[in-house]
C-alpha cells in the first residue's frame, strides 16, 4: 500500500509539472526576467556610459552610488562635444542615492549641448542631482522622440536654456 501511494505522488508530480509547462507554451503563465542592474563605481561619463551600453537591447537600471560624478562630454557630433551622457536603447534606469550622487557636467563648451541625450522608449532619469558646471550646459536631460520617459527626484541647476526637454516625445512623466 505504501509503495502504491508513492507512485501516485510522482505521477501526480509529474502531471503538474506537465501542465505548468503547458500552459507556459501556451500564454497562459509568464515568467518575466528580471532586468539586471550594473553598479556604477568610475566616477565619470565613461563609467555610467559603459554600464549603459553593457544592458543592451533589453534594458535594466544603472545604479550610481555616492559621489560626484565629472561629466566630461566625450561624446561627439561632428568635430564637436554635444552629450555626456547617451541613451539610446528602450527600458532603461539611471539611479543615483539623491543629492548624494551629483552629475556635474563640466568641459561642454559648444552651443546645443546636453547632459544626458535620449532617444530609447521607457528610460527613468531618478534621484539625482545635475549641475550644469562651470561651464554650463545649455540642456540638463533631452528627449528626442521617445516615449514613456520620467525623471523622478532630481535637482538640476545651472543650464544655459533648459532643465528637461521633452522634444517630439509622447506620454512623459
Same mark, same amino acid.
Given at each position: 500500500?505504501?509503495?502504491?501511494?508513492?507512485?501516485?505522488?510522482?505521477?501526480? @508530480?509529474?502531471?503538474? %509539472?506537465?501542465?505548468?509547462?503547458?500552459?507556459?507554451?501556451?500564454?497562459?503563465?509568464? %515568467?518575466?526576467?528580471?532586468?539586471?542592474?550594473?553598479?556604477? =563605481?568610475?566616477?565619470?561619463?565613461?563609467?555610467?556610459? =559603459?554600464? %549603459?551600453?553593457?544592458?543592451?537591447?533589453?534594458?535594466? =537600471?544603472?545604479?550610481?552610488?555616492?559621489?560626484?560624478?565629472?561629466?566630461?562630454?566625450?561624446?561627439?557630433?561632428?568635430?564637436?562635444?554635444?552629450?555626456?551622457?547617451?541613451?539610446?536603447?528602450?527600458?532603461?534606469?539611471?539611479?543615483?542615492? /539623491?543629492?548624494?550622487?551629483?552629475?556635474?557636467?563640466?568641459?561642454?563648451?559648444?552651443?546645443?549641448?546636453? /547632459?544626458?541625450?535620449?532617444? @530609447?522608449?521607457?528610460?527613468?532619469?531618478?534621484?539625482?542631482?545635475?549641475?550644469?558646471?562651470?561651464?554650463?550646459?545649455?540642456?540638463?536631460?533631452?528627449?528626442?522622440? =521617445?516615449?514613456?520617459?520620467?525623471?523622478?527626484?532630481?535637482?538640476?541647476?545651472?543650464?544655459?536654456?533648459?532643465?528637461?526637454?521633452?522634444?517630439?516625445?509622447?506620454?512623459?512623466?
Amino acid at each position: 500500500m505504501n509503495k502504491l501511494v508513492k507512485r501516485f505522488e510522482i505521477v501526480v @508530480g509529474i502531471g503538474l %509539472i506537465a501542465l505548468f509547462f503547458t500552459m507556459i507554451i501556451a500564454g497562459f503563465v509568464t %515568467i518575466e526576467k528580471q532586468n539586471p542592474t550594473v553598479f556604477v =563605481t568610475t566616477f565619470t561619463d565613461e563609467g555610467i556610459q =559603459t554600464a %549603459i551600453n553593457s544592458l543592451g537591447t533589453s534594458g535594466g =537600471t544603472v545604479q550610481l552610488i555616492r559621489g560626484t560624478y565629472t561629466m566630461s562630454g566625450d561624446t561627439y557630433v561632428g568635430p564637436e562635444k554635444v552629450n555626456c551622457l547617451t541613451i539610446a536603447n528602450n527600458n532603461i534606469t539611471l539611479r543615483g542615492l /539623491g543629492t548624494a550622487t551629483n552629475l556635474y557636467f563640466n568641459g561642454l563648451v559648444k552651443q546645443f549641448s546636453q /547632459g544626458i541625450y535620449i532617444t @530609447g522608449a521607457n528610460v527613468t532619469i531618478e534621484n539625482l542631482k545635475m549641475d550644469g558646471g562651470n561651464v554650463v550646459v545649455d540642456y540638463g536631460v533631452v528627449f528626442e522622440g =521617445t516615449t514613456f520617459g520620467k525623471v523622478l527626484d532630481c535637482t538640476v541647476t545651472q543650464t544655459n536654456l533648459d532643465c528637461v526637454v521633452f522634444d517630439d516625445s509622447d506620454d512623459m512623466i
